[in-house]
């Protein structure tokens, strides 16, 4: 129900912000509460004592000696610093947001000096704006930890995620990865961009990638602890089960890495009945079969020519 309701605001959100103009000042704190309210999350306390505020004040010190008043847009302790800026739609996406602008009442203004999104200036400013938030982030109070995310929003168009899972502030990358880190308005209307904002909002570790491998692994050595148990109940001596399941893992790896042709020893699972008959036989041929290769012939249970791993 939830989820639902979720899909119907982010329908909501991305329809009215689409049509927003830009006034960063104006609409940035209005888009980011309302953005909160599709997250599920709550919104910014009125008072920065629970280090989840607005225009969070920081001091920042000049090679000169001197101090200046910084304020972060928005910040969170121990998720992110969100630097968030407001720039001008691009000619085409102008006129449909100026007449979707005129349909709601909105009086759209005529001129701005703002970078136009998508040109070499726009780029300029977001990284300019990155930079902002980095900067930020070194001169937090001692008490306040690095935080693991940065964000950088472009009102009612893009967001951008950078991650430094360290926490020391100094290596924030592009998150997930360069080709997916901006998150665009109507990416909003994905469930999966949704999550992925919302542990940004409360609990960022676990998007840490070494922490979800970590348990990914744990998962599956508790399914192979299970196994090599049923194998050993069976009558198997511990050593001939350790090496079997270790030459099964290797097939897996040896797919992934492309020793073997792709999904070759997976597809070889798939196809043998659930009672397993004919299982010990084919992965008998097959690890003879990688330990001396086929040559010029190809494989009798893959059906693909393979190399020799001569690896017993």
Same mark, same amino acid.
């Given at each position: 129900m939830m989820r639902g309701m979720s899909s119907?605001?982010?329908?909501?959100?991305?329809?009215?912000?689409?049509? /927003?103009?830009?006034?960063?000042?104006?609409?940035? &704190?209005?888009?980011?509460?309302?953005?909160? %309210?599709?997250?599920?999350?709550?919104?910014?306390?009125?008072?920065?004592?629970?280090?989840y505020a607005f225009e969070f004040e920081v001091t920042e010190h000049h090679a000169d000696g001197s101090t200046s008043q910084g304020r972060i847009d928005?910040?969170?302790?121990?998720?992110?610093?969100?630097?968030?800026? &407001?720039?001008q739609a691009a000619k085409a996406e102008a006129s449909q947001l100026e007449l979707a602008a005129q349909e709601a009442g909105v009086i759209a203004k005529?001129?701005?000096? &703002?970078?136009?999104?998508?040109?070499?200036?726009?780029?300029?400013?977001?990284?300019? /704006?990155?930079? &902002?938030?980095?900067?930020?982030?070194?001169?937090?109070?001692?008490t306040e930890p690095n935080p693991p995310f940065l964000l950088v929003v472009d009102v009612g168009h893009s967001i951008e995620v950078f991650a430094d899972f360290t926490q020391a502030g100094r290596s924030y990358l592009p998150f997930p990865d360069p080709r997916s880190f901006r998150i665009r308005l109507e990416h909003l209307a994905d469930e999966k961009a949704r999550e992925r904002l919302r542990l940004v909002w409360t609990n960022p570790t676990a998007l840490d990638p070494a922490r979800r491998s970590a348990d990914v692994t744990r998962e599956i050595s508790g399914h192979l602890a299970e196994l090599a148990k049923s194998?050993?109940?069976?009558?198997?001596?511990?050593r001939l089960v350790a090496d079997f399941l270790t030459r099964c893992l290797f097939c897996m790896f040896a797919e992934d890495?492309?020793?073997?042709?792709?999904? !070759?020893?997976? %597809?070889?699972? %798939? !196809?043998?009945?659930?009672?397993?008959?004919?299982?010990q036989e084919l992965v008998e041929q097959l690890f003879r079969e990688m330990n001396s290769?086929?040559?010029?012939?190809? !494989?009798?249970?893959?059906?693909?020519?393979?190399?020799?791993?001569?690896?017993g």
């Amino acid at each position: 129900m939830m989820r639902g309701m979720s899909s119907e605001l982010a329908g909501v959100f991305i329809a009215r912000w689409a049509a /927003a103009t830009a006034s960063e000042r104006a609409n940035s &704190q209005l888009f980011l509460s309302e953005l909160c %309210d599709v997250l599920g999350v709550t919104r910014p306390e009125p008072t920065r004592d629970g280090g989840y505020a607005f225009e969070f004040e920081v001091t920042e010190h000049h090679a000169d000696g001197s101090t200046s008043q910084g304020r972060i847009d928005l910040y969170r302790r121990g998720c992110f610093v969100l630097e968030s800026k &407001q720039f001008q739609a691009a000619k085409a996406e102008a006129s449909q947001l100026e007449l979707a602008a005129q349909e709601a009442g909105v009086i759209a203004k005529k001129k701005s000096s &703002q970078p136009v999104r998508g040109t070499g200036a726009w780029d300029d400013a977001m990284v300019k /704006a990155r930079g &902002q938030a980095e900067r930020y982030v070194r001169v937090l109070p001692a008490t306040e930890p690095n935080p693991p995310f940065l964000l950088v929003v472009d009102v009612g168009h893009s967001i951008e995620v950078f991650a430094d899972f360290t926490q020391a502030g100094r290596s924030y990358l592009p998150f997930p990865d360069p080709r997916s880190f901006r998150i665009r308005l109507e990416h909003l209307a994905d469930e999966k961009a949704r999550e992925r904002l919302r542990l940004v909002w409360t609990n960022p570790t676990a998007l840490d990638p070494a922490r979800r491998s970590a348990d990914v692994t744990r998962e599956i050595s508790g399914h192979l602890a299970e196994l090599a148990k049923s194998l050993e109940g069976a009558g198997h001596r511990p050593r001939l089960v350790a090496d079997f399941l270790t030459r099964c893992l290797f097939c897996m790896f040896a797919e992934d890495v492309g020793l073997l042709p792709e999904r !070759s020893f997976t %597809d070889l699972l %798939d !196809s043998v009945p659930t009672d397993g008959a004919g299982f010990q036989e084919l992965v008998e041929q097959l690890f003879r079969e990688m330990n001396s290769g086929t040559g010029k012939g190809i !494989s009798i249970v893959l059906r693909k020519k393979l190399l020799q791993f001569n690896g017993g």
